[in-house]
């Protein structure tokens, strides 16, 4: 490998170091309430994501709310020395995508049948650390 391939190797571990990923996939919630959520976390601090989940009225903020523990308990496995409270932690990006649906039939009048659709999504919350000082 090449002097400049290997630094660059090095550099994108380096970056790669502070930030956690968690997924949830095939969450039985439509995306577009589960975006709603998610727009309301991301760029916020991980303590006040989680403060906003766990008082939202919503369903779907359940689900986020145990995806962004998740995510934080992944960092804590990256980075065992470090804090999370010193880390400053927070939603660098969350991505709802549309999933599998769920395809049924309800009777309709006249003989006729009417489709609907339970959609599912799938989130993928993406948390980086403020300060970079760690190594």
Not at 19 to 31: E, F, R
Not at 36 to 48: H, I, M, P, T
Not at 52 to 70: D, G, H, P, T, W
Request: with cysteine; net charge positive.
């Amino acid at each position: 490998m090449g002097t400049r391939k290997k630094e660059m190797a090095e550099a994108i571990k380096a970056e790669k170091k502070n930030i956690a990923v968690a997924k949830l996939n095939d969450c039985p919630t439509s995306p577009r309430k589960m975006r709603l959520v998610a727009d309301l976390v991301r760029g916020q601090k991980v303590d006040k994501a989680l403060q906003i989940c766990k008082f939202s009225q919503k369903e779907a903020s359940r689900r986020l709310e145990k995806l962004l523990l998740s995510a934080i308990a992944n960092w804590q496995a990256k980075n065992e020395d470090a804090d999370v409270e010193g880390a400053d932690l927070f939603v660098k990006e969350i991505r709802v995508d549309g999933g599998t649906m769920l395809k049924r039939l309800r009777p309709a009048p006249q003989g006729r049948a009417h489709r609907i659709r339970k959609r599912s999504n799938h989130v993928t919350v993406v948390l980086d650390a403020l300060n970079k000082t760690q190594s």
